[in-house]
């Protein structure tokens, strides 16, 4: 069984930083991307930032030059660094891990954690 964890949200002011954390545990044969992706009240989930099993990355233009994904191999732990927070951004931040379950899969699966709020508010 997979399970992804988020953490890392938080209240914080406009203009501050939060790192979020996804670690992810049991066992995936082959992971081939990673983001996060964000909700806010009354809108769709949509992508903030995305990194291929080769090491690219991809951004939403309303988080270009503040966030920053990154990964830790060893750990199987995913990051996202946002600085210079925006009231905007407030939303409830998912990890998502799409890979194979196995040898035999013919398709990726989605993987997806719990969500981890980020309120940024004076």
């Known amino acids: 069984q997979v399970q992804l964890v988020e953490s890392g949200g938080g209240l914080v002011q406009p203009g501050g930083s939060l790192r979020l954390s996804c670690a992810a545990s049991g066992s995936i044969f082959r992971i081939n991307a990673m983001g996060w992706y964000r909700q806010a009240p009354g809108k769709q989930r949509d992508l903030v930032a995305g990194l291929s099993s080769s090491g690219v990355t991809n951004y939403a233009d309303s988080v270009k030059g503040r966030f920053t994904i990154s990964r830790d191999n060893a750990e199987n732990t995913l990051y996202l660094q946002m600085n210079s927070l925006r009231p905007e951004d407030t939303a409830v931040y998912y990890c998502?891990?799409?890979?194979?379950?196995?040898?035999?899969?013919?398709?990726?699966?989605?993987?997806w954690g719990q969500g981890t709020q980020v309120t940024v508010s004076s």
């Open positions: 998502k891990f799409a890979g194979r379950p196995d040898f035999h899969s013919v398709k990726d699966y989605d993987y």
